[in-house]
Structures are given as structure tokens and as C-alpha cells.
């Protein structure tokens, strides 16, 4: 057996081994152009197409995420602006609402301040009122309780009006008088 592998092996007489026959070489290049124009005509192109296929979507996926980067970073600012303004909208009415408060807190002082002096002036009005009523009562009745008395130390009677009142306001000019010394 292994005597009829190296009679298969062994070229032929007179032949170089590396180098083939002429029918077998025209052959061999014949399918080599056949299939080399089966891969150039149709699967070349498939293979070209389906190439350019995914290079076009990585490429449109790279743009469409670019784009949508740029978007979110628009998104993001337009945000950043607005939650500056609502920021600041915020303070400003926080500031408004402090000094509107401070204002009606004046105000309320204010109008407090007006109504206890008020209330005071109208107290001395009618502390004051009160006063002149006591005072006219107890004229009255001093001048009356004098004219008693001196009617009856002088031992006539003092009944007379105009007598009367000289008499009570010499008598309550004295007790002023002795009064004010005191003090």
C-alpha cells in the first residue's frame, strides 16, 4: 500500500512536479475567472452595499446623536435659565413681601400710636370734665355749707345770691391760697 502511495506521489518521467500540464493550467485559470466574476459581479456589490449600509447608519447614528446632545445641552441651558429667573422672581417677591410687611407693620404702629392718643386726649378731656363737674359740685356745695356756717356764726341769714357768691369765692380763694402755700 504505501508502495502505490509513492507511485502516486512520484511524477511521472520526464515532468516538473511544481509546474503543471498545459490543459490542467487553462482549466484552473478558467475557473479562477468564473468565480473570480461571480464574486465581482454579485457579491462584490452586495458586499459593498451592506458596507456602505452600516457605515451610512453608524454615521447617521453618530449625527443623530450629536443632535440630540446638542438638543439636551439647549434643554439644559433654556432650564438652568428659567429655574435662574424663578430664582430670582422668587427673591424679588420674598423682597416685596418683606418690605410690604415692614410697611404694614409701620402702618399698624402708626395708626396704634394715632389711637392712644387719641384715647389719652380724649381720657384728659374727660378727666378734665370731670374735674370741672367736681369742682363746680364741690363750689356748690362748700359755698352752701359756708353760707350755713356763717349765717349762723353772724347770726343773720345769708340767703341773699349775690352775697352768697362773694362770700364763697372769697372763702375758696383763701383755701386755694393756704393751699398753694403748703405745697
Not at 374735674?131 to 343773720?156: F, I, N
Amino acid at each position: 500500500m504505501i508502495a502505490n502511495l509513492v507511485q502516486l506521489a512520484a511524477p511521472e518521467e520526464g515532468g516538473n512536479p511544481l509546474v503543471p500540464e498545459y490543459p490542467e493550467l487553462l482549466v484552473g485559470t478558467i475557473a479562477f475567472a468564473v468565480v473570480f466574476f461571480f464574486f465581482w459581479k454579485k457579491l462584490l456589490p452586495n458586499i459593498n452595499r451592506v458596507l456602505e449600509e452600516r457605515r451610512a447608519a453608524i454615521e447617521g447614528g453618530i449625527e443623530e446623536a450629536e443632535a440630540m446632545k446638542v438638543e439636551a445641552q439647549s434643554v439644559l441651558e433654556q432650564y438652568k435659565a428659567q429655574l435662574a429667573e424663578a430664582r430670582h422672581e422668587a427673591a424679588r417677591l420674598r423682597q416685596e413681601a418683606q418690605e410690604q410687611g415692614a410697611a404694614l407693620i409701620a402702618e399698624m404702629r402708626a395708626e396704634g400710636q394715632r389711637q392712644r392718643e387719641e384715647i389719652v386726649a380724649a381720657g384728659h378731656a374727660q378727666i378734665e370734665a370731670d374735674r370741672k363737674a367736681a369742682a363746680s359740685a364741690l363750689r356748690r356745695d362748700v359755698g352752701r355749707l359756708a353760707t350755713d356756717l356763717a349765717g349762723k356764726l353772724v347770726g343773720e341769714s345769708l340767703e341773699d345770691h349775690a352775697r352768697q357768691s362773694r362770700v364763697i369765692d372769697r372763702f375758696l380763694e383763701d383755701l386755694e391760697e393756704k393751699a398753694e402755700a403748703a405745697r
